[in-house]
């Protein structure tokens, strides 16, 4: 059977090439500086309110977001590697669900079974044969990946319909720079907080046709979703409003969104 594979040791037990820079570091700082640094980032998280809900967990306490002050580091060719996979692969999955809404082509080459699509809970007829901009319907993929090896990823699940967590990965590198700003010396990361900016400008791309300046808005299930708090963050981060369904009504095919 095959070993995991260790992100930071080769086989040998020594550092791999990409990790040397933080071994070195990380075996200087002692226990107790490191627990101490924990300690003060579940602090800072909780005051701040970056937290998360599990549902069906009994207790219903919220949690803080899952900080780990030993980073996964990726070198740029394995990143620039997994970007070209990922891209290729929403752009196949707009591709499929533009032909299942559309031409039926995979259905009627009997690739994927008819009744599986149709008997599927979240196929909506209605949106057959409806034309979306750019024919675009997932804006935003959650996709979770595993490592199988150097240089060897695999799909574990592609999240299309709400995925969640993106504030959270922005946040705990905003702790990682304030506890360890060292570390960012000793390695030139690729930037991440320009995340949210990136978010409006995709949405923005999709606006319908005739409409020069399209409104954003973040629809929420209310604060007791336990995603509230990304909701909360991506809205103030973006500039835009934070609504739920009661906020909003149709009329003459138009989406409104209510002031008072």
């Known amino acids: 059977m095959k070993s995991p594979y260790n992100e930071m040791f080769d086989e040998h037990g020594a550092p791999r090439a990409h990790y040397e820079a933080f071994h ?38 919220e949690r ?15 990143w620039s590697d997994l970007e070209s996979g990922l891209r290729q692969r929403v752009t196949a999955l707009n591709h499929f669900i533009h032909d299942v809404y559309h031409d039926e082509a995979i259905i009627k080459a009997g690739i994927i079974p008819a009744e599986q699509i149709f ?3 979240q ?3 209605e949106m057959r044969h409806v034309e979306v ?9 959650g996709i979770d990946i595993v490592r199988a090896g150097e240089g060897e990823f695999y799909v574990l699940e592609d999240n299309l319909r709400v995925p969640s967590g993106v504030s959270y990965m922005v ?9 360890f700003p060292d570390l960012f010396q000793r390695y030139r990361v690729a930037p991440v907080e320009h ?25 929420t299930p209310g604060m007791f979703n336990s995603a509230y708090f990304e909701h909360t963050y991506l809205a103030q981060q ?13 009329k003459d095919e138009e989406v409104f969104m209510r002031t008072t």
Do not use: H
């Open 24 to 61: 070195t570091w990380l075996g200087n700082q002692s226990q107790a500086l490191m627990s101490l640094k924990r300690a003060e980032a579940d602090l800072i998280f909780r005051r701040v309110g970056i937290t998360f809900a599990v549902y069906g967990d009994d207790l219903g306490a």
């Open 64 to 78: 803080t977001i899952p900080f780990d002050e030993v980073p996964r580091i990726f070198t740029a060719k394995e």
């Open 119 to 121: 008997n599927n809970a």
């Open 123 to 125: 196929y909506r007829p």
């Open 133 to 141: 901009p750019r024919n675009i319907y997932a804006q935003i993929a």
């Open 171 to 179: 946040e705990d590198r905003k702790m990682m720079m304030r506890l």
């Open 195 to 219: 995340y949210p900016d990136l978010l409006l400008e995709c949405l923005k791309s999709v606006k319908p046709e005739g409409i020069k300046k399209p409104n954003v808005v973040v629809l």
């Open 238 to 250: 973006m500039g835009v409003e934070l609504v739920e369904g009661k906020d909003l009504f149709v």
